[in-house]
């Protein structure tokens, strides 16, 4: 058994500035020599890459949704016994997760709260107090008092204005709301952002200056924080200490080779620490750089990313495809989610409207010349044997991406539900040795 010392870094809704707080906090800490880890609530893959730049460490993702207790506990362990303070950064609102069916017996719904009910972590609200004065102490008020077993310790206000702007919101808080700890008024003009693009923050490898950017977000917190107060307000959780190998799913082979650059990024670095700690051997190589998987694997992770940014470089990089189809007709197991579903499909059409070539394993065409959106938590079924189940073996896991299937025809994977119980239909194609979808696998239930 271990404890885990922890705080959760929320907000009531998205674009409040957490992950400017969390970044610049996290290196804060680590310089002024606290052995601090963190953790991102959600299925998000930028932002613990971005984590993990500020610590040094990995980030794991906290999914109360898409993970099973023993997976869940798992990374809470490890979390514990690898640092002192675990600095959690929330996703969206502090409750906002998946729409669970009408009256579900269930709270599990994968928010922000979801893990503070869990690990009995206090949270620190980070309020955008941009256009509000005295009033953002009755939204504190009311996030406090929602769920008695959510716990808000500490508030940090963002985007704030001049010294009036401060003493207003400070008069509200020392008047209505005297329990809850001030922690820091965040000035609203600063330089200091980083960029975005359709799925989120462009990824940490692709930002160029980001060492200065978080030894700068460090130095400006730790002008307007109190970060003292706020390592105090961490609070210790029991976590039960549970197998390694009951937690996810297993390695999809002995030796596995993972695409790895800007164009395949999402991956969860704890699931490929999980399958390094189960005895699998992970090696690593670049579609873009015409890189081909090692010969002697007996299984290909082609993860998510943003191939359709890089479709022509791709589709002319003929020893990475001709790598893939010799794999496929050898038999070496071959799974690809989002991004490496595209490239195992046949064309690929990027927003212009030009079509590429991909590796043809599976008869799917995709476009995003006329983008949609698809987004949110996924809980599948397997149509056919797997690399993670049989027939009727249970999956979750999220969908998030702006493609259009033209064709996808053959042998489904999945037949797939979202996270209110209403039927999305068949998901995926399986072809021999060769299994992927858009679907994003968190875990097996």
Known sequence: ????????????????????????????????????????????????????????????????????????????????????????????????????????????????????????????????????????????????????????????????????????????????????????????????????????????????????????????LEDHIDLDNLVQLAKSSFIPRVCERNAFFAPLGQRIAIAKDKAYAFAYPALLEHWRNAGAELTFFSPLKDETPDQACDAIYLPGG????????????????????????????????CGGYMTLGKVLTDRDGRAHEMAGILDLETSFAKRKLHLGYRDVVCKTDTPFGSIGQRLRGHEFHYATIIKEEGTALFECTNASGVTLGPSGLARNNCFASFFHLIDSF
């Open 1 to 220: 058994m271990s404890t885990g010392k922890g705080l959760i870094i929320a907000a009531p809704n998205s674009n409040s500035g957490k992950t400017f707080i969390t970044l610049g906090t996290l290196r804060a800490l680590a310089r002024k020599g606290v052995s601090v880890s963190s953790a991102k609530v959600g299925p998000d893959y930028i932002d613990p890459a971005f984590h993990g730049a500020a610590t040094k460490r990995l980030c794991p993702n906290l999914d109360g949704w898409a993970m099973r207790e023993d997976s869940l506990h798992y990374l809470l362990d490890n979390l514990a016994n690898q640092s002192d303070l675990i600095v959690c950064e929330g996703v969206m609102g502090l409750f906002d997760g998946a729409t669970l069916p009408a009256n579900s017996p269930s709270n599990k719904d994968g928010s922000p709260a979801d893990i503070a009910r869990r690990t009995g972590w206090p949270v620190v609200l980070v309020i955008d107090a941009n256009a509000q004065a005295a009033s953002a102490a009755a939204l504190i008020h009311g996030f406090a008092t929602f769920d008695k077993d959510v716990h808000i310790k500490g508030v940090i206000f963002n985007k704030v204005g001049g010294p009036g702007h401060v003493q207003l919101l400070k008069n509200a808080c020392e008047t209505h709301i005297p329990h809850i700890q001030v922690l820091g008024y965040v000035p609203r003009k600063n330089e200091l952002a980083l960029p975005e693009r359709h799925l989120g923050l462009v990824l940490a490898e692709e930002h160029p200056e980001l060492e200065e950017f978080l030894n700068k977000s460090a130095d400006f």
């Open 306 to 337: 943003y191939p359709e940014l890089y479709a022509t470089t791709l589709a002319g990089n003929a020893d990475f495809l001709n790598a893939l189809r010799s794999h496929h007709d050898k038999g070496t197991l071959i799974f690809g989610e």
